[in-house]
């Protein structure tokens, strides 16, 4: 079993930018996908971006251009740099590590979850 914590949420303006951390302990961190989700108020949890164990990058393309998503194997951590953020990207974010050996960005595909982060921007 795998732990992930999350970090790096908080309040900022619209255009402004922010980086949530996902640590991971527990299961060799670099054998699998992590992805970020999101959960808006009265919304279903959304992929956002995905890093797969070899460091393939898949993004929404409402986030394209704007978030990358990175990792570093030797810390067991995943990053999701965000730029030009929107009033829309507010939404409580979580980290991911997938359960299959294939891409997905199906959550239901994921089997293990962080408690979440809030980011909040403003207009």
């Known amino acids: 079993q795998v732990q992930l914590v999350e970090s790096g949420g908080g309040l900022v303006q619209a255009g402004g930018s922010l980086r949530l951390s996902c640590a991971a302990s527990g299961r060799t961190f670099s054998n699998y996908h992590m992805g970020w989700f999101r959960q808006g108020p009265g919304k279903e949890r959304e992929f956002v971006a995905l890093v797969g164990w070899n460091g393939g990058t898949f993004y929404a393309d409402s986030v394209k251009g704007r978030f990358t998503i990175s990792r570093v194997n030797t810390w067991n951590t995943v990053y999701l740099q965000m730029n030009s953020l929107k009033p829309e990207d507010t939404a409580v974010y979580y980290c991911?590590?997938?359960?299959?050996?294939?891409?997905?960005?199906?959550?239901?595909?994921?089997?293990?979850w962080g408690q979440g982060t809030q980011v909040t921007v403003s207009s």
């Open positions: 991911a590590q997938s359960a299959r050996m294939g891409i997905s960005t199906t959550p239901s595909d994921f089997g293990s």
